[in-house]
């Protein structure tokens, strides 16, 4: 990560905050001299003082609209970077290993048949979900969690495609930092569903007398212009059409309400997407993969302009639902007549394309998600993604995501098709490694990049057994928990495709005789050529095992050292078996004995 960089946009973004506060009381307070000017004017020119006085009153007027309008682009401006600034302290604090009390862990999409999102810390509190996800919509963030899947895509070109997107994004942090900040202005977990289906919405059928809106504002002109060249001197006829006007919009109000209503609801949305959508189409990219979801923006129409217009459109169709606006648009223009017009040809334009833009925007925000790996580690690498059927991965200085660079130990593996048992003391760092490798694998899968100098995989689905435990409602011990899950491994590896099985402490629920007999047994039937199987363990007994097919177990441990009286862990991965314990140790530092 470059720490430099987001300090100093924070820097930049704080002053500049400053001045749009100091900005906003000067604004606050020169509305108010001109106000009072204008109240001024008007009565002086009533009271025949000023001679020019409707006139001052009336500039005053639209200087005091003008400033109106200032202070609300002002106030926009200090509400995004007030967002900026919450995305840029995200990123530091995912950098500084303070992420954990990000709001957003993804606990809903834990699945009871996918043990490996619990597992692997996929999603819940502390998980690559929390860690990574950049997704505000409930739409984004549903792909996002589609995209971390445990079993492999069915093949790696739309991977490979998703990475060039990701990198390029790594080139760009004050583009995914602009995005991120416009789109956390909207509600936690917006539903886009219902934006689309409001514009996609099948609207009743609007009377002919619609079109009569050509013809009202004309004759209300020729009328009045009548009228004032003394063609016409009846007063009754010039007021008698805005009257007219008036009751024909009271008489279709129900029904163009009826029309209207989608708008209600999405003022503040269509403004922000308008932003998101104009930042994207302004910038030009390199990569297919983002260039395609550019494109989704501005083939045909411009989205950031068709929704400008909509956008201009929801504030004139808000305003009617003041009483003064009602009655003067209505009796001057039929303006309900115009808004129900627009709408209908806008709504075409955005009906056609609005799910469109919002699966394109959903996409970015996986993009932006899975980016951030790469925008707040030191070492990470895209994976090269090996489209043989053999089993592989392998990794050169790996740590974990969920770890701080400062505090993660890099580990060094390379494995083929076979059986690993590892072995090693309490805490020495076994179930954690096993978690860095295979959660690093799912994520390789996504298109993101991974804690690692470099890192290669294959295609396999991923099997786990580490967070085992009893269920009482359906009488489940630990023990016959774990034997389940190691079931469906041995039954899915009937298929013959490959596999990346976690065990860890295998069959620790039960005593020791029965654990050791049930887990040679269960390695033997998964160590086979199409299957890397990972075992962890405390029983030295299964070092010994020997497959009956060639396929090789090898064994790899772990191990603590003592300085003085006190037990220290590198957490390094080495070959061969572990020969040493650390349990009475740690039982008499606990003052257990």
């Known amino acids: 990560m470059d720490r430099k960089f987001y300090d100093n946009e924070r820097e930049i973004d704080l002053a500049e905050q400053k001045i749009l506060h100091k900005r906003s009381r000067k604004i606050v307070a020169i509305r108010m001299v001109i106000f009072l000017l204008m109240l001024f004017s008007f009565a ?21 609209l003008r400033l109106v309008k200032y202070h609300e682009t002002n106030k926009r401006r200090q509400q995004f970077l007030k967002s900026r600034l919450s995305v840029l302290n995200s990123y530091i604090s995912r950098a500084g290993g303070t992420w954990r009390k990000r709001s957003n862990n993804g606990s809903n999409y834990l699945k009871d048949e996918y043990p490996q999102y619990t597992d692997l810390h996929v999603f819940g509190a502390g998980s690559i979900f929390q860690y990574i996800c950049a997704a505000r919509t409930k739409r984004g963030r549903d792909r996002l969690a589609e ?16 990475q060039k997107g990701v990198s390029e994004l790594l080139t760009r942090p004050r583009l ?68 007219l006007y008036l009751t024909i919009a009271v008489v ?28 994207l189409e302004e910038t030009e990219f390199n990569s297919e993969c983002l260039s395609k979801i550019r494109a989704a923006f501005t083939d045909e129409i411009s989205a950031s302009e068709e929704l400008n217009r909509l956008s201009l459109l929801v504030e004139v169709v808000s305003t009617r639902r003041n009483p003064m606006f009602f009655i003067l648009g209505n009796a001057l223009f039929l303006m309900d007549f115009y808004c129900v017009w627009a709408f209908l040809k806008m709504r075409k334009n955005a009906a056609k394309h609005l799910r469109a833009w919002i699966d394109a925007w959903s996409e ?16 990470f690498c ?28 890099a580990n060094d593996v390379k494995l083929n098709a076979g059986t690993t048992i590892i072995t090693g003391s309490n805490m020495s760092g076994k179930t954690t490694w096993i978690r860095t490798l295979t959660s690093s694998v799912l994520l390789a899968y996504a298109g993101a990049p991974v804690c690692a100098e470099s890192f290669s995989v294959s295609r396999m689905s991923i099997f ?98 003592y300085e003085g009286d006190e037990i220290r862990f590198d957490f390094k991965l080495r070959d061969g078996r572990c020969h040493t314990t650390n349990a009475k140790y740690l039982l008499k530092m606990a003052g257990i004995i």
């Open 176 to 243: 995914s930092l602009d995005l991120e900040a416009y789109s956390r202005l909207m509600p936690n977990n917006h539903d886009t569903t219902k934006l689309i289906e409001a514009v996609e919405e099948e609207l009743p059928k609007v009377s002919f007398v619609l079109n009569l809106r050509f013809v009202f504002l004309p004759l209300l002109i020729i009328v009045a212009l009548l009228t004032y060249y003394g063609v016409i001197d009846n007063i009754i006829l010039i007021t008698a059409l805005p009257i």
């Open 44 to 64: 002086a020119g009533y009271d025949n003082i000023f001679n020019y006085g409707y006139e001052c009153a009336a500039l005053l007027f639209l200087i005091f």
């Open 464 to 561: 786990t057994s580490i967070r085992v435990n009893d269920d009482i409602s359906q009488g489940l011990s630990t023990f016959y928990a774990e034997l389940l899950r190691i079931k469906s491994m041995i039954e899915f590896s009937q298929n013959k495709k490959p596999m990346l099985i976690c065990i860890d402490e295998i069959f620790k629920g039960t005593n020791s005789a029965d654990r050791i007999v049930g887990a040679k047994e269960a390695i033997r039937h998964l160590t086979n050529e199409w299957s890397i199987t990972l075992v962890t363990t405390h029983d030295f007994e299964l070092c010994d095992l020997t497959s009956k097919n060639n396929t090789p177990v090898t064994n790899a441990h772990f191990e603590e050292y």
């Open 364 to 379: 970015m925000e996986v993009l932006m998600s899975l980016a951030s790996i790469g925008q707040t580690r030191t070492t």
């Open 382 to 409: 895209f994976p090269q993604l090996i489209d043989d059927e053999t089993p592989h991965v392998e990794a050169k200085q790996l740590t974990s995501l969920l770890i701080a660079d400062k505090k993660a130990v």
């Open 147 to 162: 995209s971390l899947s445990p079993m492999p895509p069915a093949d790696f070109k739309a991977v490979r495609f998703r």
């Open 252 to 279: 279709f109000l129900r029904k163009t309400n009826e029309v209207l209503n989608p708008l209600r609801t999405i003022s503040k949305e269509l403004r922000l997407y308008r932003a998101i959508f104009g930042r």
